[in-house]
């Protein structure tokens, strides 16, 4: 009697031929009008069924079909699991079966995963196949890479498996079973997994990797024309997919991409370097791109660039900058600061908003903290406090300034920069989180410093502090009440 692994492994693979049907052929029919979305009926379905059902809802998520079509797909899944059974008991018995040496001659009997007991702690619990590239999600689950990062780019923000909320989108290499899927490749005779067959299935150019690597090849070659077609053809499909951000890095698309950023032509560049933001959306593309040596011409986009071009330069150094290490590296890099603060100061409204978002991802490490301040970051941020237009620029000037004041030169300079009744006047009028916001930078400048205690005091801070410590957030409470004890030992003193 087969084993009952063997036989849902056959259910599964009816599952998959199903989709697949189903999507090579939702274009090809005619569009009629549809009544009212039917639903399923789970009331005369077997335990078996249902969970069938539950894994054709997942898989016919992850693979874009309606849900008015489930019940469709669960129908036919139903009628191939009962095939399945009649197939299973149809079997002939060995003695009708090809002898021992016939099946080894023969050209079918290629080693495959499915045809020997697969442990089930290799499968991907979406595609139900032996990962190629396991991860691990915050939930302590792993999945192949390639089809839990297409669920989370559908805007999805749980763990398939358990439905918990992710915590965050991190996605860990999980080496150890990688190295064991491996060796039990090894000692079955297996092929070790390649790329599946349901990647890349979202790249444009025929799914086809020769495609990618001439496309790739466009990027060096002499005609300028060429060269800027295939950057704005890269820089669109890097957008689309994270199939397609995996398959370009693997064509070798980022040192070619990483050439073109110091081109003369302008829209070529900004092809370039925006291409380059696009890739570097994938994790593991970030640090092929600092080692690619993209760094410093990023740098010089973002200073000489296009409008967009410097854009978008800010934008791909705050993707890089996620990286602990990139924040070292970006800071210490001659100019960069500097750049991004001048883009904060003079660039459009998104470039502002760009060079503020890098700006404080930067200036989390120490270090860059001071490098912000020396290098000119507090007068575009008075200048934002003030800005009553804009209650976004506002807000991005009160989380800078809330990560420079936990440095005492910065906090320094923070003072002396006029900060304070910019601040004071936030309390009066903002927004509820603009005023837990100032109320916490506040504090911080009054800590252990009695002149800047003074002058809060002299500018009237007590009365909107006293209605932000009755009315605030629980932490606009706190910052509002501590700073009111202090007016008060101040006074008392």
């Known amino acids: ?41 789970l009331e005369n379905l077997s335990s078996d069924h249902l969970e069938l059902q539950h894994v054709a809802l997942l898989i016919s998520e992850i693979s874009g079909i ?48 499915d045809t020997v007991a697969m442990p089930e702690d290799f ?24 089809f839990i990062q297409r669920w989370i780019d559908g805007g999805n923000r749980t763990c398939p498996k358990t439905q918990q909320k992710l915590q965050n989108l991190t996605l860990t290499p999980n080496y150890v079973l990688r190295s064991l899927i491996l060796q039990w490749c090894e000692e079955k005779g297996i092929e070790p997994p390649t790329r599946s067959k349901y990647e890349g299935s979202s790249v444009e150019v025929g799914e086809d990797r020769l495609a990618i690597e001439a496309l790739v090849r466009n990027l060096s070659c002499s005609s300028l024309d ?97 990286i602990d290490d990139n924040k070292i590296m970006i800071g210490s890099t001659p100019g960069a600061i500097e750049a991004l603060v001048e883009l904060l100061k003079s660039g459009s409204s998104r470039g502002r908003k760009d060079a503020a978002t890098a700006l404080f991802n930067l200036c989390i490490y120490q270090a860059n903290k001071v490098r912000a301040v020396r290098a000119g970051i507090l007068s575009p941020l008075v200048q934002m406090l003030q800005d ?34 910019f601040l004071i006047d936030l309390l009066r009028s903002s927004q509820a989180r603009n005023k837990e916001n100032a109320a916490a930078i506040l504090l911080a400048l009054c800590k252990k410093d009695a002149q800047n205690l003074a002058c809060i005091g002299r500018l009237g801070a007590q009365i909107p502090l006293t209605e932000l410590s009755k009315t605030g957030s629980d932490r606009a409470k706190r910052k509002a009440t501590s700073l009111l004890e202090h007016l008060s030992k101040l006074q008392r003193s």
């Open 123 to 146: 499968r991907c619990p979406i595609s139900l196949e032996l990962m190629r590239d396991p991860v691990i999600v915050s939930t302590g689950q792993t999945y192949e890479r390639a």
């Open 1 to 41: 009697m087969e084993k009952k692994g063997a036989l849902d492994l056959n259910i599964f693979s009816k599952i998959h031929d199903i989709l697949a049907h189903h999507v090579d052929n939702v274009g090809s029919q005619s569009e009629e009008p549809h009544s009212q979305p039917e639903t399923l009926s």
């Open 226 to 322: 060429e060269r800027k077609s295939a950057a704005a053809e890269i820089r669109s499909l890097a957008k689309k997919s994270t199939d397609n951000r995996m398959l370009l890095a693997e064509s070798g698309a980022i040192p070619a991409l990483v050439k073109l950023l110091s081109s003369k032509d302008p829209k070529t560049q900004e092809h370039a370097v925006t291409s380059l933001l696009n890739l570097s959306i994938y994790d593991q593309n970030k640090e092929l791109i600092v080692v690619g040596g993209a760094i410093v011409p990023i740098i010089q986009v973002l200073r000489t660039g296009s409008m967009e071009a410097r854009e978008n330069a800010a934008a791909a150094i705050f993707s890089l900058s996620l």
């Open 388 to 421: 009553s237009s804009s209650t976004g620029a506002t807000d991005e000037a009160l989380t800078i300034l809330s990560v420079l004041v936990s440095h005492h030169e910065c906090k320094t300079a923070i003072a002396k920069a006029h900060t304070i009744p």
């Open 66 to 113: 309606s849900k008015s079509d489930i019940k469709k797909i669960t129908s036919e899944l139903i009628e191939g699991l009962e095939n399945t059974r009649v197939d299973d008991s149809a079997k002939p018995t060995n003695g009708d079966s090809k002898t021992s040496d016939e099946a080894k001659d023969s050209p079918d009997n290629v080693k495959k995963p």
